[in-house]
């Protein structure tokens, strides 16, 4: 599975949206790209995955890049709950046993 | 949220001594994964299981063994805990390809 890069943390003001980069300019033709993120020292939550196209839900957009060397997470109304470390993780989709290689992700401070 | 018990959550326990760690699920998934985190650290992954008494390595299995019996129990030992295993330990599910759901995790600490 390719490596990815994210920077170590960032701020984001509470009720703006919080947009968290994501490098993985190794990623071959079919590898997704997950996202998930960890509250305080809670069990990982997933947040969302693409292949390709941007994707939505009721949580966050994943917004990659055409190359599919980038993405972007998207937290369109930040709160201080999504206080959180965010994790990029690629994955290809026959990795057997469908593991997921963790990095050290970006922690996110939202301010009041 | 995903239907995922870890027990105990906290234990203390002295070098040299087995220690069994237990994962309950209620979703019928197919695969269960053991990881541990370090403090500053991201998840790594000890042990897997794609099917009952179906097991494989991680990349950090040296000291830790595994057992699927059933589909809901994944267990897993350290036959003799070192202080280098002190660690929190999450748990997780998945069915196929898709996310997979962790539990609350254990926190172990090694004397």
């Known amino acids: 599975d390719a490596k990815t890069t994210q920077p170590t943390s960032m701020d984001c003001a509470e009720g703006r949206a919080a947009n968290l980069p994501c490098n993985h300019s190794?990623?071959?033709?079919?590898?997704?790209v997950y996202w998930y993120r960890q509250i305080h020292s809670q069990g990982p939550q997933y947040i969302i995955h693409g292949l390709k196209n941007n994707e939505t839900n009721e949580m966050a957009s994943l917004i990659i890049t055409e190359d599919r060397k980038s993405s972007t997470l998207i937290l369109p109304h930040a709160t201080l709950r999504d206080t959180a470390v965010y994790y990029c993780?690629?994955?290809?989709?026959?990795?057997?046993?469908?593991?997921?290689?963790f990095g050290g992700g970006t922690r996110l401070m939202v301010k009041p | 949220d995903a239907g995922i018990t870890q027990s105990p959550r906290h234990k203390v326990t002295e070098t040299g001594t087995p220690v069994t760690l237990r994962c309950h699920q209620t979703e019928n998934h197919r695969y269960m994964y053991w990881y541990r985190q370090d403090p500053g650290h991201g998840l790594r992954l000890i042990h897997y299981s794609y099917g009952v008494k179906d097991t494989d390595k991680g990349e950090v299995s040296d000291g830790y063994s595994v057992s699927r019996s059933k589909t809901e129990d994944f267990l897993l030992t350290l036959e003799s805990a070192t202080s280098s295993q002190t660690s929190v330990y999450f748990c997780?599910?998945?069915?196929?390809?898709?996310?997979?759901?962790f539990g609350p995790g254990t926190r172990l600490t090694v004397l």
């Open positions: 190794t990623i071959s033709g079919n590898e997704y």
């Open positions: 997780a599910i998945s069915e196929g390809v898709n996310e997979q759901f």
């Open positions: 993780i690629v994955r290809g989709y026959n990795n057997a046993g469908n593991m997921l290689t």
